[in-house]
Protein backbone atom coordinates (compact mmCIF):
# COMPACT_ATOMS: atom_id res chain seq x y z
CA UNK A 1 0.00 0.00 0.00
CA UNK A 2 0.91 3.70 -0.37
CA UNK A 3 1.99 5.70 2.08
CA UNK A 4 3.42 9.66 2.80
CA UNK A 5 5.56 10.93 5.22
CA UNK A 6 5.85 14.60 5.90
CA UNK A 7 8.75 14.84 8.75
CA UNK A 8 7.74 18.64 9.95
CA UNK A 9 4.84 18.53 11.96
CA UNK A 10 5.19 22.09 12.95
CA UNK A 11 6.83 24.52 11.60
CA UNK A 12 7.43 28.29 13.33
CA UNK A 13 9.50 30.58 11.02
CA UNK A 14 9.21 34.42 10.88
CA UNK A 15 8.16 36.55 6.91
CA UNK A 16 10.70 36.57 4.68
CA UNK A 17 12.39 33.30 5.78
CA UNK A 18 12.37 30.57 3.34
CA UNK A 19 10.20 27.72 3.77
CA UNK A 20 10.66 24.03 2.93
CA UNK A 21 8.44 21.20 3.53
CA UNK A 22 9.38 17.37 3.20
CA UNK A 23 7.37 15.12 1.45
CA UNK A 24 8.67 11.06 1.27
CA UNK A 25 6.22 8.23 -0.20
CA UNK A 26 6.55 4.87 -1.00
CA UNK A 27 5.51 3.98 -4.16
CA UNK A 28 6.84 2.50 -7.11
CA UNK A 29 4.83 3.03 -9.88
CA UNK A 30 3.74 5.85 -11.89
CA UNK A 31 1.96 8.55 -9.19
CA UNK A 32 0.38 11.92 -9.40
CA UNK A 33 1.94 14.24 -6.91
CA UNK A 34 0.17 17.21 -4.93
CA UNK A 35 0.27 19.98 -2.31
CA UNK A 36 -2.73 20.80 -0.75
CA UNK A 37 -3.19 23.87 1.81
CA UNK A 38 -5.96 24.35 4.43
CA UNK A 39 -5.98 27.93 5.58
CA UNK A 40 -7.50 27.71 9.53
CA UNK A 41 -11.00 26.99 9.18
CA UNK A 42 -11.20 26.92 5.12
CA UNK A 43 -11.17 23.93 3.09
CA UNK A 44 -8.47 22.35 1.20
CA UNK A 45 -6.70 23.87 -1.48
CA UNK A 46 -4.47 22.95 -4.32
CA UNK A 47 -1.42 24.40 -4.21
CA UNK A 48 0.39 22.35 -7.22
CA UNK A 49 0.46 19.10 -8.69
CA UNK A 50 3.09 17.04 -10.67
CA UNK A 51 2.11 14.57 -13.11
CA UNK A 52 4.62 14.07 -15.49
CA UNK A 53 7.43 15.92 -17.29
CA UNK A 54 9.54 18.85 -15.84
CA UNK A 55 9.96 17.82 -11.85
CA UNK A 56 9.87 21.72 -10.73
CA UNK A 57 6.26 22.94 -10.51
CA UNK A 58 4.92 26.39 -9.30
CA UNK A 59 1.99 26.33 -7.96
CA UNK A 60 -0.30 29.46 -6.61
CA UNK A 61 1.17 32.02 -4.04
CA UNK A 62 4.56 31.68 -4.99
CA UNK A 63 4.76 28.20 -4.01
CA UNK A 64 7.12 25.61 -6.24
CA UNK A 65 7.55 21.53 -5.33
CA UNK A 66 10.55 19.59 -7.01
CA UNK A 67 10.04 15.64 -7.83
CA UNK A 68 13.17 13.75 -7.40
CA UNK A 69 12.44 10.54 -8.63
CA UNK A 70 14.93 8.59 -7.05
CA UNK A 71 14.60 9.87 -3.41
CA UNK A 72 10.69 9.43 -3.64
CA UNK A 73 10.17 12.79 -2.32
CA UNK A 74 8.19 15.44 -3.59
CA UNK A 75 9.09 18.41 -1.42
CA UNK A 76 7.60 22.35 -0.96
CA UNK A 77 9.18 25.57 -1.14
CA UNK A 78 8.78 29.16 -0.89
CA UNK A 79 11.52 31.85 -1.07
CA UNK A 80 9.44 34.58 1.25
CA UNK A 81 6.68 33.31 3.16
CA UNK A 82 4.40 36.02 4.13
CA UNK A 83 2.58 35.85 8.04
CA UNK A 84 -1.02 34.82 5.37
CA UNK A 85 1.16 31.82 4.63
CA UNK A 86 -0.17 30.08 8.08
CA UNK A 87 -1.85 26.95 7.98
CA UNK A 88 -1.37 23.32 7.48
CA UNK A 89 -0.06 21.66 4.41
CA UNK A 90 -0.72 18.04 2.99
CA UNK A 91 1.13 16.29 0.66
CA UNK A 92 -0.60 13.55 -1.26
CA UNK A 93 -0.56 10.94 -3.64
CA UNK A 94 -2.43 9.68 -6.18
CA UNK A 95 -1.29 6.08 -7.40
CA UNK A 96 -3.81 4.96 -10.21
CA UNK A 97 -4.39 2.90 -11.67
CA UNK A 98 -3.46 0.46 -8.99
CA UNK A 99 -5.16 1.83 -6.03
CA UNK A 100 -7.76 3.14 -8.14
CA UNK A 101 -7.57 7.16 -8.09
CA UNK A 102 -6.96 7.12 -4.42
CA UNK A 103 -5.52 9.91 -2.85
CA UNK A 104 -3.34 9.15 0.06
CA UNK A 105 -2.17 12.22 2.26
CA UNK A 106 1.05 12.62 4.44
CA UNK A 107 -0.09 13.88 7.97
CA UNK A 108 0.48 17.18 7.09
CA UNK A 109 2.40 20.19 8.34
CA UNK A 110 1.28 22.75 10.46
CA UNK A 111 3.16 26.41 9.71
CA UNK A 112 3.10 29.10 11.83
CA UNK A 113 4.63 32.35 10.25
CA UNK A 114 5.46 35.11 12.67
CA UNK A 115 5.09 38.54 11.51
CA UNK B 1 -13.84 29.57 -4.65
CA UNK B 2 -14.21 25.92 -4.92
CA UNK B 3 -16.68 24.32 -7.60
CA UNK B 4 -17.66 21.52 -5.24
CA UNK B 5 -20.61 22.44 -2.50
CA UNK B 6 -21.56 20.46 0.48
CA UNK B 7 -24.81 21.21 2.70
CA UNK B 8 -25.24 21.71 5.48
CA UNK B 9 -22.00 23.10 6.93
CA UNK B 10 -22.88 22.27 10.42
CA UNK B 11 -24.61 19.06 10.97
CA UNK B 12 -25.60 18.27 14.96
CA UNK B 13 -27.38 15.19 15.40
CA UNK B 14 -28.29 12.96 17.93
CA UNK B 15 -27.12 9.06 18.35
CA UNK B 16 -30.67 7.95 17.00
CA UNK B 17 -30.96 10.32 14.32
CA UNK B 18 -30.90 9.83 10.59
CA UNK B 19 -29.94 12.43 8.33
CA UNK B 20 -28.12 13.18 5.25
CA UNK B 21 -24.95 15.12 4.04
CA UNK B 22 -25.14 16.30 0.73
CA UNK B 23 -22.65 17.15 -2.52
CA UNK B 24 -23.16 18.77 -6.05
CA UNK B 25 -20.71 19.77 -8.30
CA UNK B 26 -21.24 20.92 -12.17
CA UNK B 27 -17.29 20.27 -13.47
CA UNK B 28 -18.39 17.62 -15.66
CA UNK B 29 -16.62 15.24 -13.40
CA UNK B 30 -17.53 11.58 -13.29
CA UNK B 31 -15.68 10.79 -10.13
CA UNK B 32 -16.40 11.64 -6.73
CA UNK B 33 -15.78 10.73 -3.00
CA UNK B 34 -16.39 11.29 0.87
CA UNK B 35 -13.74 11.75 3.38
CA UNK B 36 -13.70 12.17 6.47
CA UNK B 37 -10.94 14.71 8.35
CA UNK B 38 -10.37 14.55 12.10
CA UNK B 39 -9.22 17.66 13.72
CA UNK B 40 -5.43 17.62 13.49
CA UNK B 41 -5.58 15.00 10.84
CA UNK B 42 -5.42 14.18 7.21
CA UNK B 43 -8.22 13.57 5.41
CA UNK B 44 -9.21 9.98 4.87
CA UNK B 45 -10.89 8.60 2.48
CA UNK B 46 -13.94 6.66 2.86
CA UNK B 47 -15.89 5.98 -0.52
CA UNK B 48 -15.29 6.52 -4.13
CA UNK B 49 -17.46 6.50 -6.85
CA UNK B 50 -16.70 6.54 -10.38
CA UNK B 51 -19.05 7.09 -13.50
CA UNK B 52 -22.09 6.62 -10.72
CA UNK B 53 -21.11 3.61 -9.27
CA UNK B 54 -19.37 2.77 -5.71
CA UNK B 55 -15.58 1.66 -6.84
CA UNK B 56 -13.43 1.88 -3.74
CA UNK B 57 -15.27 1.24 -0.03
CA UNK B 58 -12.24 1.67 2.32
CA UNK B 59 -14.43 -0.41 5.06
CA UNK B 60 -16.52 2.38 6.50
CA UNK B 61 -18.98 1.02 8.83
CA UNK B 62 -23.05 0.29 7.63
CA UNK B 63 -24.15 3.48 9.52
CA UNK B 64 -22.51 5.47 6.28
CA UNK B 65 -24.51 5.08 3.56
CA UNK B 66 -23.40 6.65 0.46
CA UNK B 67 -25.12 7.37 -2.73
CA UNK B 68 -24.66 8.79 -6.09
CA UNK B 69 -27.97 9.48 -7.66
CA UNK B 70 -26.64 11.38 -10.61
CA UNK B 71 -23.17 12.33 -11.88
CA UNK B 72 -23.61 15.94 -10.43
CA UNK B 73 -24.93 14.65 -6.91
CA UNK B 74 -22.86 12.68 -3.90
CA UNK B 75 -24.84 12.56 -0.88
CA UNK B 76 -23.84 10.48 2.24
CA UNK B 77 -26.76 9.03 4.61
CA UNK B 78 -26.07 8.98 8.12
CA UNK B 79 -27.79 6.61 10.79
CA UNK B 80 -27.05 5.78 14.72
CA UNK B 81 -23.35 7.52 14.65
CA UNK B 82 -21.17 7.59 17.38
CA UNK B 83 -19.35 10.79 18.89
CA UNK B 84 -16.22 9.56 17.76
CA UNK B 85 -18.07 10.11 14.21
CA UNK B 86 -17.96 13.27 15.12
CA UNK B 87 -15.74 15.18 12.42
CA UNK B 88 -15.58 17.20 8.91
CA UNK B 89 -16.88 15.35 5.97
CA UNK B 90 -15.35 16.36 2.80
CA UNK B 91 -16.88 16.01 -0.73
CA UNK B 92 -14.78 15.79 -3.79
CA UNK B 93 -14.59 15.06 -7.03
CA UNK B 94 -12.17 14.92 -10.14
CA UNK B 95 -12.06 14.40 -14.08
CA UNK B 96 -12.10 10.77 -14.36
CA UNK B 97 -12.71 7.74 -12.65
CA UNK B 98 -10.73 4.63 -11.85
CA UNK B 99 -7.93 3.74 -13.42
CA UNK B 100 -6.78 7.19 -14.58
CA UNK B 101 -3.89 9.18 -14.30
CA UNK B 102 -3.70 12.88 -14.37
CA UNK B 103 -6.46 13.80 -12.34
CA UNK B 104 -6.88 16.48 -10.01
CA UNK B 105 -9.09 16.16 -6.85
CA UNK B 106 -11.19 19.61 -5.82
CA UNK B 107 -12.57 19.41 -3.03
CA UNK B 108 -15.52 21.26 -1.17
CA UNK B 109 -15.56 22.98 1.71
CA UNK B 110 -17.06 20.46 4.27
CA UNK B 111 -19.53 19.54 6.64
CA UNK B 112 -19.07 19.36 10.19
CA UNK B 113 -20.74 16.69 12.05
CA UNK B 114 -21.07 16.41 15.66
CA UNK B 115 -22.91 13.57 16.77
CA UNK B 116 -24.11 13.78 20.31
Known amino acids: AQSVSQHNHHVILSEA ?22 YP ?21 GFEAEFIKSKFSFNLRKPSVQWSD ?14 GNKLTFGGGTRVLVKP | DTEVTQTPKHLVMGMTNKKSLKCEQHMGHRAMYWYKQKAKKPPELMFVYSY ?5 NESVPSRFSPECP ?9 HALQPEDSALYLCASSQGGQGLTGNTIYFGEGSWLTVV
Request: charged letters at 10%.
Open chain 1, 41 to 61: GQHLQLLLKYFSGDPLVKGIK
Open chain 1, 17 to 38: ASLELGCNYSYGGTVNLFWYVQ
Open chain 2, 52 to 56: EKLSI
Open chain 2, 70 to 78: NSSLLNLHL
Open chain 1, 86 to 99: TAEYFCAVNSAPAA
